[in-house]
Each structure stands twice: as structure tokens, then as C-alpha cells.
């Protein structure tokens, strides 16, 4: 296991400073991402690069969301401690551990196996007690359910809002979904009812993900 050393601390408390300048200021989200070491979930070759403000590579042709993304996601999924959240897209596990650090209950699908076989056991190294599972994004959690989530949160971008991932969401819940083809749009969903007509949709903004895979068959 690398080391977090003062230097990364130092490189966290610079980022959570340029966070707040570009107006994020969710303490929560915030404090989270001071205390998450970032580089852990990245290649050592991009060890000075960990705390810039950019999507990086991790394998499989996925990338680690840029911390600006983590925090604004995290942030409209307004967590509390001990919310069970559903996790699309697991990646390199950066943004399941920050809501790990926020007291959230993480169950986490992966669908690149690979990145899944790497990242549960990263996550467990550094004592992020998230369930990772191995799926299809599409359906959600279906090797076992916990449902319903008080929180649904996709980390790619999906063509679509998947059906199979409402149904999981409580009534009251919240979903966090960039929705799109090329260029997504940010959107948090409300779940006030079992009928689309009952779903209250928040936009904010554009951003550019990776795209949401879907099939029956994993790339490994």
C-alpha cells in the first residue's frame, strides 16, 4: 500500500480550496474529499496529477471523475448518515469512498471486471466498507436485494433513465444521473411516486462522462 503523505495532504487541502472557489460549498461533500486520498486510486505514474482538477485514466477504457464532478454529485445527492445508496459504475472507487466518508451505506456495481476485482479489494485495504458487486448498470442490484435506496447515484453517462434502477429507489428518494448521448446533462430526480408523471427532474447543467454500458455479458 502507498503512503498518504503530508505532501498529498497538502495537494487534498489545495484541491478542497480550489473546490470552494469554483463554489462548492457543501461542508459535508467537502470534509469528505480532505480526508479521501485520491492518488490511492490512481497509477503512481499519475501521482502528481491526482489533485488537479481533471478526469484521469484507470483502466478499461473508464476514467476517475474530476474532483469538481465528485463534489457536485455528491453534493445534490444530499446524504445523511446511514442513507443506504446504490452506486452505479464503481470505476476506480474514488466517489464510493467519498460517500463512504460521508456516513453513506454504499452498495456498488461494476461491470468491467477488472476494474471490479481491483477496486473491492482497494476499498477494503483502506477500510471503505462498501458491498461491491459485479453487474450490469443497467438493472441495478439484482444478485440481492436491498432495495429500495435512499439514493441512487450513476457514475456514466446513460442514454436514458434505466427503469429497473427507479423501481430500486424509495419513494422520497433521490436519484443523480448525467443523462445523454455525447454530452450529458446533470439531473437529479425525485421519486415522489411509482408513475413518471409523479418524478420531479432537476437540471444542472452539462458535463462529459464516460458511457454507461449495458448487455448481459462482462468484459473481462
Known amino acids: 500500500m502507498r503512503e498518504d503523505t503530508y505532501r498529498h495532504k497538502g495537494l487534498r487541502a ?10 462548492i460549498d457543501d461542508e459535508a461533500v467537502l470534509s469528505a474529499m480532505d480526508k479521501v486520498p485520491r492518488h490511492l486510486f490512481l497509477d503512481l505514474a499519475l501521482d502528481n496529477m491526482a489533485y488537479d482538477d481533471a478526469a484521469l485514466p484507470i483502466g478499461c477504457e473508464q476514467t476517475i471523475s474530476q474532483p469538481s464532478t465528485v463534489a457536485m454529485q455528491s453534493h445534490l445527492l444530499n446524504i445523511k448518515p446511514g442513507m443506504k445508496v446504490l452506486e452505479i459504475g464503481t470505476g476506480s472507487g ?9 456516513g ?14 481491483r477496486t473491492k479489494k482497494l476499498l477494503a485495504e483502506l477500510h471503505y466498507h462498501a458491498r461491491c458487486y459485479l ?28 427503469p429497473a434502477l427507479m423501481k430500486q429507489l424509495r419513494t422520497g428518494g433521490l436519484m443523480v444521473i448525467p443523462v445523454g448521448e455525447q ?9 415522489n ?16 462522462f464516460v458511457p454507461m454500458l449495458d448487455g448481459k455479458q462482462f468484459k473481462s
Open 94 to 102: 474514488y466517489q464510493t469512498a467519498v460517500l463512504c466518508q460521508m
Open 183 to 191: 454530452q450529458q446533462e446533470m439531473l437529479r430526480i425525485t421519486k
Open 135 to 162: 453487474g450490469d448498470g443497467y438493472q441495478g442490484l439484482t444478485e440481492v436485494d436491498y432495495s429500495p435506496y435512499d439514493r441512487i447515484i450513476i457514475t456514466c453517462g446513460a442514454p436514458f433513465i434505466p
Open 14 to 23: 489545495a484541491m478542497v480550496a480550489d473546490l470552494r472557489r469554483k463554489g
Open 104 to 117: 453513506a451505506r454504499v452498495f456498488s456495481v461494476e461491470r468491467q471486471q477488472p476494474l471490479f476485482v
Open 193 to 208: 411516486g411509482e408513475s413518471e408523471a409523479d418524478w420531479q427532474v432537476e437540471h444542472f447543467g452539462n458535463f462529459k
